[in-house]
């Protein structure tokens, strides 16, 4: 399936894609990579409708590797990219020339000028990225107020939430500066291994629904004016405070809300922006997932949230899976096997084991070796039918969600040849 | 192999057992197996979990778990003689544990549930993160201290936490510094200041869980350099999802420098009842060769990060990868795994 940049052509597809896999419902069982269409990830990245390609999903699969490794492919097919990372191995940014945290973009060395892309990278600083936010919003010296009360402090080098907001500024960011000097015309975002891989989509909302919060307006009261307009429970909040966090909490809080306030407009306008710009047709969300259950069902539940938030869906990248075995031998007839050889090792000629079915007399060569590689034989077996069952399932209620599969690679990606071959996996994107 | 059968527990003071690890590690079901091992030595644990999964409730296939301690399990009794002690379930999440800890330290009912009413709840637990984490592992505080209060308390030999990952886990239990900055005194300081005592002494273990890939494991070394520097216990290496052992040193010394040959290996398998043509044979021998070699390969890069892991200095355990999946029964065979190691 390719992927439109325009919203109806991007319906159509699906629907398209929709009825062709209901024809092979016969063989959804055997097969299940055939039972979801295609995501064909060159054509996502020569589309020069793509301009945004954001990379989520939980922990622990391959973001970060596959944000990379798309971002080179791009490059070196011709595209201007720039990759923001979250938290790269150190090794993959260091190879990439990115392992200094200092929030700009810059060249990677090494890419294939060829057909006229470029590559730039960089790894998120979240406290920078807020505190440039903060800096542009306010009054340099309300802006110091800020940045020094202890609130601000814990709030913007926390990794709850905040994160997220920050990885999605800086997409605004570059994406307005990109729009202007031409630089780059793709950009590509990992997004951070959060508690909920949805903290990013939600953070713009909940800051909204913070600031228009009645607890603001509470610790705004004191510097606004009369107390009575909140009603009967001022005094019994004000109390429960003092006697949890302590009068000097309470103080630091309202000090830190006051100078805030100013700069509040700004930020949830930021925030709208952003939400809208993930909402454009340019923008392709890839979840990527391993063939656990775990990471599947958190893919679900993401796909599911994107399609409520209207965010374009490009597919599912399923990383490390294990490719099912050219031959046809099963799990149990592996193991019958193996048993049989572990019996009959002690007997150097076959012919001993008297009356056995199997024995025709020849003497055994190295039965446990033979045993051995029957034993990984049956339990490869079972991992590719354990992975194949769980992307079955995962199609039939996402029938729609075009899936590339991607081999597991027996060493971690730490060089621009590993992400090339990842790259290249990826394109290919079928076990 | 650096796991061995040890005589008893290596554990034998800690009462509250948090288990980290980087995302997709499983370090879920490592704190669901430790659990279990842990009744199945004749204990009551509590098992709690605080990042809003309900993943204990699908591991345990039980309905998923309201803010309330809810028995779950039971151990499988060590010895004959022995009793089972049982697995309760806790999902702590951070605006019930404030609404409790506001009625519980401050009488603060009425008035806990006007700041919910205003926001505050919210405003404490998603803006203003250290208050999060304080109220999370205050609720653990609560469960894990002797002579716990409330007409329903239960006391446990055992907490376990499946707790926030690697790279979150030092700050997430390091309370009194992450408020350090807020509050500098107060009751919630002193609370933290309280927590703390409990999280730093010889009761409290920090477990960690990883697979032998390099990132997960050089995550570990940065994890427990952290919490030593922080003061805070590092307890064991939980090695999880290893490869099958099928194949001895010699024969993945064969297989990787060619000598095992397809021909007498096709033989073998026409041996073992194993139906099929010369050719078809001959393709298969193949493939298990070349399938043994990617074995080797992996188990080779596997070794070198066991040995990294053994530098650390901590006792290690082993867990085998299940080739389909861990259920409830596999939880157990887990479980049994750690026994016998000694970490329960």
């Known amino acids: 399936m390719t992927v439109s940049s325009t919203p109806g052509g991007g319906a159509a597809e699906r629907l398209g894609s929709h009825r062709r896999s209901s024809h092979r419902v016969g063989r959804l069982a055997h097969d299940p990579a055939e039972a979801a269409p295609h995501l064909d990830l060159d054509a996502l990245v020569d589309d020069r409708g793509t301009g945004i390609v954001v990379c989520c999903g939980s922990g622990g699969v391959g973001k970060t590797t596959t944000a990379a490794a798309l971002a080179m492919r791009a490059a070196e097919r011709g595209r201007k990219v720039v990759v923001l990372t979250i938290d790269p191995a150190r090794r993959l940014a260091q190879s990439m020339g990115i392992e200094e945290l200092d929030n700009t973009p810059r060249p990677v060395v090494g890419i294939d000028p060829t057909n006229g892309g470029s590559l730039d990278a960089m790894m998120l600083d979240m406290k920078s990225t807020f505190d440039e936010v903060v800096e542009s919003q306010a009054s340099p010296e309300k802006a110091r107020a800020i940045l020094d009360n202890p609130f601000y402090v814990a709030l913007s080098s926390s990794f709850a939430g905040t994160q997220e907001y920050m990885a999605m500024e800086k997409l605004g960011q570059i994406h307005r500066q990109a729009k202007v000097d031409g630089t780059y015309d793709l950009i590509v975002v990992d997004t951070p291994p959060s508690r909920s891989a949805l903290d990013f989509l939600d953070a713009p909302e909940r800051l909204s629904s913070f600031l228009d919060g009645r607890f603001i307006k509470l610790l705004l009261a004191p510097a606004k004016g009369p107390a009575k307009v909140l009603g009967m429970g001022f005094g019994l909040i004000t109390g429960a405070l003092t006697k949890v966090l302590g009068a000097q909490v309470l103080t630091d809080l309202q000090t830190f809300v006051a100078a805030f306030d100013t700069v509040f407009g700004g930020f949830r306008q930021r925030a709208q922006q952003t939400y809208a710009l993930l909402q454009d047709a340019q923008t392709a969300f890839v979840v990527v997932a391993a063939p656990e259950r775990d990471a599947l069902r958190e893919a679900a539940y993401f796909v599911e949230r994107l399609a409520d938030d209207r965010m374009p869906l490009a597919g599912l990248v399923v990383n490390r899976a294990h490719p099912r075995p050219p031959v046809d031998l099963g799990a149990e007839e592996a193991v019958a096997a193996a048993r049989w050889l572990a019996r009959n090792a002690g007997s150097d000629a076959g012919g001993d084991a008297g009356g056995d079915a199997h024995s025709a007399g020849t003497p055994l060569h190295d039965p446990a070796l033979a045993e051995g590689l029957l034993r990984l034989h049956a339990d490869h077996v079972r991992i590719t039918e354990r992975e194949g069952e769980l992307r079955r399932r995962f199609a039939a209620t996402h029938p729609e969600v075009a899936t590339a599969v991607v081999p597991a690679l027996a060493s971690d990606v730490h060089d621009l040849d590993g992400l090339r071959r990842v790259g290249a996996l990826l394109a290919v994107g079928r076990d | ?344």
């Open chain 2, 1 to 344: 192999m650096s796991a061995v059968d040890r005589p008893g527990p290596d554990w034998p003071g800690v009462q509250l057992h948090v288990v980290t690890g980087k995302g997709g590690t499983g370090k879920s079901t490592v704190a669901a197996a430790l659990a279990l091992a842990l009744a199945s030595r004749g204990k009551d644990v509590l098992l709690c979990e605080v990042e809003g999964r309900q993943g204990i409730a699908r591991m345990f296939d039980v309905d998923p778990l309201p803010y309330e301690e809810r028995r779950i399990a039971k151990g499988l009794p060590a010895e004959p003689s022995g009793a089972a002690g049982t697995v309760h379930a806790l999902h702590i999440d951070a605006e019930s544990a404030l609404l409790d800890y506001l009625a519980m330290y401050y009488r603060l009912g009425r008035a806990g549930r006007a700041l919910d009413k205003f926001g505050v709840v919210e405003f404490a637990t998603t803006i203003a993160p250290g208050v999060r984490d304080v109220l999370l592992t205050g609720k653990v505080f609560e469960a894990a201290k002797p002579g716990r209060r409330g007409k329903n308390a239960r006391q446990y030999d055992a907490v376990v936490l499946d707790a926030p990952p690697t790279g979150r886990i030092t700050q997430f239990l390091n309370v009194s510094d992450e408020l350090a900055g807020l509050a500098k005194v107060g009751p919630v300081k002193s609370q933290a200041d309280l927590m703390m005592t409990l999280f730093r002494s010889s009761r409290t273990a920090v477990h960690f869980v990883t697979v032998l890939e390099e990132m997960p494991v050089q995550e570990t070394a940065d994890g427990i350099a952290d919490l030593r520097r922080t003061g805070l216990p590092v307890g064991g290496v939980v090695v999880n999802l290893t490869r099958p052992d099928e194949l001895d040193a010699d024969d993945l010394a064969a297989v990787t420098a060619g000598t095992a040959q397809a021909a007498p290996l096709a033989e073998d398998l026409a041996a073992a009842g194993i139906d099929g043509g010369p050719d078809e044979l001959a393709d298969l021998a193949e493939h298990l060769l070349a399938q043994g070699r990617d074995h080797a390969e992996r188990k080779a890069l596997e070794d070198a990060q066991r040995a990294l892991v053994a530098t650390y200095g901590v006792p290690t355990y082993e867990l085998p990868r299940m080739a389909g999946g861990v259920d409830l029964g596999g939880l157990y065979e887990l479980a049994g795994h750690l026994r016998r190691q000694g970490m329960a």
